[in-house]
């Protein structure tokens, strides 16, 4: 099983996707196929992410059962623990002072 999910990516890589994967969802592609076409699916999704972001999961024979990579900006960033693939999360950036709050102080 081989399941992609994209946000913020330009229409054209959406419909690249789409040639060879389910869209069961806005943005989440589903399908199953062997290694070599998963990394070639990876190698259009690298080449069209403009300014989104994109995470790749597949099933393989691990501990977790499951594999994965990302690519683009994302509060969530894959961590490896002693050979464990896990999430971390990076804090919230901190919000700007807005101009008209800092106008008359």
Do not use: C
């Amino acid at each position: 099983m081989l399941v992609i999910v994209v946000e913020n990516v330009p229409p054209r890589l959406r419909g690249r996707l789409a040639v060879w994967l389910l869209e069961v969802r806005a943005g989440v592609y589903v399908g199953n196929y062997s290694r070599k076409v998963r990394e070639e699916i990876w190698r259009h999704v690298e080449a069209g992410i403009g300014e989104g972001n994109a995470v790749m999961v597949w099933r393989t024979n691990n501990e977790a059962g499951f594999e994965f990579v990302t690519i683009g900006t994302n509060r969530r960033v894959p961590v490896d623990l002693d050979g464990v693939q896990l999430v971390s999360f990076l804090p919230p950036e901190p919000a700007l002072p807005t101009e008209s709050a800092s106008v008359g102080q």
